[in-house]
């Protein structure tokens, strides 16, 4: 057997398709025109302003839409050069029993949060996100997604002033 005979044998012999991935650019142009949505409501917004906040909520969606089309901008380009975007695992069908406990999730978390405060539910939901997503460490994920909701909960109070629904946790918080 020759030299070349034997590096074709360890040769891939699956072919990467010619051109760009046309599919992506829908995916870019979705992002820039989410990217625009976003920054034509908060042009809309009044002008709120406030002795703690003289700049008002303007400014935080233009920035995030703006990064949005410059994301959009730069996977496009990233595709006009050849790249594939984000690889899935595309072989078999989707994970419907997983998607489906994650929707029952978020849904039970919509219905609960106000009676048990963002704590508890956000809570639970972390810990129902992580176990459906593969965790089987169930007590520390749950340590984690406890401190995740006690994290958001003051960081919504007091970082941004934004009061989260206590639930039965109130007066306790």
């Not at 034997?6 to 990217?35: C, K, S």
């Not at 034509?40 to 233009?62: E, H, Q, Y």
């Not at 009676?115 to 007590?139: C, E, K, N, Q, T």
């Given at each position: ?67 949005l089309i410059v994301v959009a901008v730069l996977y496009a380009l990233d595709v006009a050069r050849g790249g594939r975007g984000e690889g899935g695992e595309t072989d078999g069908p989707f994970d419907w029993r997983t998607i489906g406990l ?72």
């Open positions: 057997m020759s030299d070349l005979d034997r590096a074709d044998e360890g040769a891939d012999t699956t072919t990467e398709p010619a051109g760009p991935d046309r599919a992506q650019y829908w995916v870019a142009g979705v992002l820039a025109a989410l990217g625009v949505v976003v920054i034509v409501d908060a042009l809309r917004l009044g002008g709120f302003t406030a002795s703690n906040d003289p700049i008002g909520p303007k400014p935080v969606p233009i920035i995030l839409g703006s990064l994650l929707c029952a999730i978020f849904i039970a978390n919509a219905l609960v949060i106000e009676w048990l405060g963002w704590v508890i539910s956000g809570s639970l939901l972390f810990w129902g996100a992580a176990v459906v997503l593969g965790s089987r460490r169930y007590f520390l994920a749950l340590a984690a997604a406890v401190v995740l909701g006690l994290a958001t909960f003051y960081g919504f109070a007091i970082g941004l002033g934004v009061g989260l629904p206590a639930g039965i946790l109130q007066g306790i918080l």
